[in-house]
């Protein structure tokens, strides 16, 4: 098979600059992206539920001033945003005055991408992701409805749509930007998708169901692989949260901390390894995390170059802490 080829192997997640976790002003997530594109970043993630429009905004904020050929963006489809005097209770801390609605017809994605471009303030995007398409979502759907049932409108909706808007010139790839691994094996079933943006499904502390069906699936397809939140969105770096929910199973936690006690042990810093192990698999094009400081980005940056010794990864997989299939990096 002929991979989709990537073209960076780190990109900038953009939920942080949404509010994803904590607010931060205007100024500093433009000191952010600009640490950012000053490290050497080219690749550039945001989505309109992130913050309601906030990241989006803010990222158009700093790119449009760059020459479009310059850097790669992508960004999501599959919530349309209205304006609102009652803005809906979500994860996002003071985000931008709007409700959403779940959509994945193709008038919806046509008007997702649009908004989006205006948003940003650019001519076209890069990848676009049908975002949230995912078990993990069923119990924010409208009552009734199940991802499966959206599954069926994205299939004969959203994911034509996309591919006209790649003949267009809209869009340059798509595919699915979940949380889960059905919603990518079910597309590559019924579709021709480019790249899947999978976040937390492939790290140090939780890659073993992506090893047995997730890279095999993508092996034999036209398609290639985002890895994004290597830390689980915050464990990996050392933050008290894990994944988006902040509930931390106790095999996780137990996992994490001989993980980290290894580390140690061998001087290797954690999020270095984190970085370089979402990379390592041979279908995997970039690793995606996001960042609310300039030195987050640069330390991100910066983790590439490390040398970890073999020993670290030897001695994980003899304590069965990763799997023994699992790609080492070089």
């Known amino acids: ?19 994803g976790f904590k607010e931060i002003s205007d100024a500093q997530a433009e000191e952010t992206l600009k640490g950012a594109w000053e490290a050497g970043v080219r690749y550039y993630d945001t989505s309109p539920w992130y913050g309601l429009g906030l990241s989006e905004r803010r990222f158009g904020h700093f790119l449009h001033t760059k020459k479009r050929d310059d850097y790669v963006l992508s960004t999501k489809v599959g919530r349309i945003l209205t304006a609102t005097n009652n803005i809906p209770k979500t994860m996002w801390k003071n985000p931008s005055p709007f409700a959403y609605k779940y959509d994945y017809s193709a008038k919806a994605v046509r008007r997702s991408v649009e908004d989006s471009l205006q948003r940003l303030g650019i001519e076209r995007i890069d990848y676009a992701f049908i975002h949230d398409l995912s078990p993990d979502h069923n119990d924010e759907y409208e009552e009734g409805t199940t991802w499966e049932d959206h599954f069926e409108v994205a299939k004969n909706g959203a994911m034509p749509e996309l591919e006209k808007m790649k003949k267009e010139g809209l869009i340059k790839a798509w595919g699915l930007g979940v949380n889960t691994i059905e919603p990518i094996l079910k597309t590559l079933e019924v579709a021709r998708p480019d790249v899947f943006l999978s976040a937390i499904q492939y790290s140090l502390v939780n890659h073993k169901d992506s090893l047995k069906r997730l890279l095999p699936a993508i092996a034999q397809s036209d398609a290639t692989l985002i890895n994004a939140a290597p830390f689980n969105a915050g464990l990996l770096a050392g933050q008290k949260r894990y994944n988006y929910s ?75 802490l990763i799997e023994q299939k699992a790609e080492i990096p070089v």
């Open 1 to 19: 098979m002929s991979q989709f080829k990537l073209q960076h192997k780190f990109g900038l997640g953009g939920v942080a600059i949404g509010n």
């Open 246 to 320: 902040g509930e931390m199973p106790d095999d996780i936690s137990d996992r994490y901390k001989k993980i980290l006690k290894i580390a140690k042990k061998h001087n290797v810093d954690l999020i270095a390894a984190s970085l370089q192990f979402s990379l390592a698999p041979k279908y995997v094009g970039t690793v995606l995390a996001g960042a609310s400081k300039p030195d987050q980005v640069q330390e991100n940056m910066n983790a590439f170059e490390k040398k970890i010794p073999s020993e670290f990864w030897s001695e994980l997989k003899q304590e069965n």
